[in-house]
């Protein structure tokens, strides 16, 4: 084997190798920041779609680049096909998981934020006979909201006529938004579409 074909072996080796790792930080870093199994299928669809109709266009000008300058262009065109190929499928298989897990901790958060709040809420009860209209003197100071009870769930206390009380925050999801309800009346979470 020559040197020059030991080298642009070695090159497209590497440009494979290089795709999976841009492929494997791009699914890391899009799982962390979307976090919701959803929107990175979609990013996923959309990397399809555009890196698809890029690699349509490539291989027709590295055939022409072929035919005109009798080169090896459909060699390194098969190689960018499989470089691409590499990079949507490593990043689709690593951000789904990672976004599933992000979903699941935020859920777990915001559960578990909610369930602090309760001995507040029934102490306030005890005292006054009815439950508090607002959570103003029962959420701990200097604590920061759970990434799901902020932005779109800026009501996720309420009291109802009957004397009880929910709980409830919006998540992501696997394909529709979920709704988790804590009823004061049973004690326990609820999760509805």
């Given at each position: 084997?020559?040197?020059?074909?030991?080298?642009?072996?070695?090159?497209?080796?590497?440009?494979?190798?290089?795709?999976v790792a841009a492929g494997l930080c791009?699914?890391?870093?899009?799982?962390?920041?979307?976090?919701?199994?959803?929107?990175?299928?979609?990013?996923?669809?959309?990397?399809?779609?555009?890196?698809?109709?890029?690699?349509?266009?490539?291989?027709?000008?590295?055939?022409?680049?072929?035919?005109?300058?009798?080169?090896?262009?459909?060699?390194?065109?098969?190689?960018?096909?499989?470089?691409?190929?590499?990079?949507?499928?490593?990043?689709?298989?690593?951000?789904?998981?990672?976004?599933?897990?992000?979903?699941?901790?935020?859920?777990?958060?915001?559960?578990?934020?909610?369930?602090?709040?309760?001995?507040?809420?029934?102490?306030?009860?005890?005292?006054?006979?009815?439950?508090?209209?607002?959570?103003?003197?029962?959420?701990?100071?200097?604590?920061?909201?759970?990434?799901?009870?902020?932005?779109?769930?800026?009501?996720?206390?309420?009291?109802?006529?009957?004397?009880?009380?929910?709980?409830?925050?919006?998540?992501?999801?696997?394909?529709?938004?979920?709704?988790?309800?804590?009823?004061?009346?049973?004690?326990?979470?609820?999760?509805?579409?």
């Amino acid at each position: 084997m020559s040197e020059r074909v030991r080298l642009c072996t070695n090159a497209r080796v590497l440009t494979v190798v290089g795709a999976v790792a841009a492929g494997l930080c791009v699914g890391v870093i899009g799982g962390l920041v979307i976090r919701d199994d959803f929107k990175v299928t979609m990013m996923s669809f959309f990397l399809l779609l555009c890196v698809g109709v890029l690699l349509v266009f490539l291989s027709i000008l590295a055939w022409i680049v072929a035919r005109v300058w009798k080169t090896n262009a459909m060699l390194w065109a098969a190689t960018g096909m499989v470089a691409c190929v590499a990079f949507i499928v490593t990043q689709a298989v690593v951000s789904w998981p990672v976004a599933y897990a992000c979903e699941k901790h935020d859920v777990a958060d915001a559960r578990s934020y909610c369930e602090k709040l309760v001995p507040g809420i029934e102490a306030h009860k005890q005292a006054t006979d009815t439950y508090p209209e607002s959570l103003d003197g029962i959420v701990p100071p200097g604590r920061p909201l759970p990434r799901l009870l902020r932005a779109r769930n800026l009501l996720f206390y309420s009291t109802a006529a009957d004397g009880s009380y929910m709980l409830q925050f919006h998540a992501p999801g696997r394909f529709f938004s979920e709704m988790h309800t804590y009823d004061s009346k049973t004690g326990k979470w609820m999760v509805s579409d």
